[in-house]
């Protein structure tokens, strides 16, 4: 049988094992030192001050949000081409979701609707660096400053790109990430929350423990004694254990080989899918470097986009789909939503298909994935 070949997959080794086994003889399973050094770890690689860990990135959105102040009520901008956690975070807090078409070419957030779409309830600008590539940060910036909002970044494909020199975790006022298998580095299930706000910082930590704190200077008690702790919040239990901090710890070392190798298996893609007709290959921007987390390419015509999806697949290719658009998914078709908002994504949707990288994956497998695709559109045309 041929050996299937994932649209996306971790790269764990010894050492990274060794990491873990090792606080599985310590004393802390969670609550102990390997989460803080994992978050100075985090902190070292994307420059972001302030690094809280949590047990994914779906909850790192959710902490994100309520530490940007999101209440009931108030409502973020985002894409509609995401994965649903990015939206969903907002409603957790009661709050709603106005999406706003992509760019017709990287399928970010495109910042010519933003401003026309940000209203009165509007607190959260919250950009997604879609495939790995980071929005358009400069452009983004100056309309949350003239209309006093804050930009939140749903970075979970993006850790270890850059924008302008600048990394991943400073670009907005906070940045969520996912450590997800698929993800640049995996902690299984995890996700942070980078940000130079310090206030922002405690926050997402108080909900990231129930809203609890033993912290002797937010404690309205501080002498009761050395058990006494207080709620001052209604937070979750989202911690990351300390078996994941290390191995997340470990996983970062090797962020800079992951994502090197990542763009070498884009230029490669490009290189070789340059002349193939009836295929438009990811958009670049100059000044930006992505982390490819994915490599979409868009069929011209989406009609053989099924066609080619399946037959990829029947090859063992496991090729996916980034994304139906949130508002599509019934669950937000019943909260009211339409379904013929935003022509830009849908259009990007319905022609999209995510070919395998990741760091593991060889030059022959990509070019096992180039045949295929090649041999497969050449037989539709
Ligand atoms: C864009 C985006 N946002 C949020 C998430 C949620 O991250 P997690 O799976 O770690 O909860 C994902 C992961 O699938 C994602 O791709």
Redesign the pocket.
Known sequence: MTEVLPYGRQWVDDDDVAAVVEVLRSDYLTTGPAVPAFETALSDVSSAPNAVALN???SA?HAMYFAAGLEPGDEIVTSPL??A??ANAALYLGATVRFVDVEPDTGNLDPERVEEAIGERTRLIVP?DYAGLPADYDRLTPIAARHGLRIVA?A??SLGASYRGRPVGTLADATEV???PVKPVTTA?G?AVLTADVELAARARLFRSHGITREAGMLERPDEGAWWYEQHELGFNYRLTDLQAALGTSQLRKLGRFVERRRAIAARYDAALAGQAGLTLPARRDGVESGWHLYVVRVEDEGVRRRVFDRLRAEGIWVQVHYLPVPWHPYYRRLGYPTDDWPVAADFYRRAISLPIFPRMGDEDVDRVVDALGRILGDER
Do not use: C, K, R
């Open positions: 994914s990135g779906t959105l995401t994965f956690a990015t997604i749903d979970a494909h996912s450590f997800h299930e996700g």
